[in-house]
């Protein structure tokens, strides 16, 4: 046989109502945390007993709900007639079109067009516009070719001890093999004694005698 329906008025009996107050009071509670984690809301919950006894529950705290609440009551609400709503919605997307259309002219004048219908100070307002997005732009400029000069000076100091490396390679070469081609070397070859100098392929011509080209005189490779 189930329950019979409760009626929902007033216990008189004082003990018989502090336990139903506490039986329902922790039934609330728990179902107000379960409310905020399965379904991700954000929940609070107050009670004043009937002798004045607070009970309260918040998953996130208590005065951002309460103040979440008096801004959304301050808040106009939805309108419910049709009739209005669309009203509502025609004036929102006049609105709209209407900074739209500022927006557009604002862009015009930025690009120099449609002057005419400004006055001194419109057109002087406009100027220091320009002036404060031009400094602008000059600063990022200025610090986007500062980064490039960067990268570049350390690219040539990798170049520049690339040939240091590449020196030292034909500097040793050239020990190892002094006595062979030392006539090669005398000709055709130079090499600086800094190994602290940055050096550099070039060509060069041959020094001519008497303004004759001696027997099989070529074009060398000279390192500088």
Request: hydrophobic letters at 35%.
């Amino acid at each position: 046989m189930g329950r019979g329906k409760i009626v929902i008025r007033r216990i008189d009996n004082s003990t018989s109502r502090q336990v139903t107050f506490s039986k329902r009071r922790s039934g609330l509670l728990k179902k107000a945390k379960e409310l905020a984690i399965l379904c991700d809301a954000d929940v609070g919950l107050i009670i004043f007993s009937s002798t004045g006894r607070l009970y309260d529950f918040a998953n996130t705290s208590m005065r951002s709900v309460i103040e979440r609440y008096n801004k959304v009551r301050e808040e106009p609400h939805p309108l419910a007639n049709p009739i209005s709503e669309v009203k509502y919605w025609q004036s929102e997307a006049a609105n709209l079109r209407q900074q739209l259309q500022n927006l557009q002219a604002n862009h015009r004048h930025l690009m120099g067009e449609d002057l005419s219908g400004l006055n001194v100070k419109d057109l002087q307002n406009l100027e220091n516009q320009l002036e404060i997005g031009l400094k602008g732009v000059r600063m990022r400029k200025d610090h986007v070719l500062i980064d490039e000069i960067k990268e570049l000076n350390r690219q040539g100091n990798l170049i520049h001890q690339e040939n240091l490396e590449l020196y030292q390679k034909v500097y040793g070469t050239r020990n190892a093999t002094r006595e062979d081609s030392n006539s090669f070397i005398n000709n055709s070859l130079r090499i600086r004694e800094d190994p602290n100098e940055p050096f550099c392929l070039q060509l060069c011509q041959p020094q001519q005698v008497n303004h004759e080209t001696p027997p099989g005189a070529t074009i060398g490779l000279q390192l500088q």
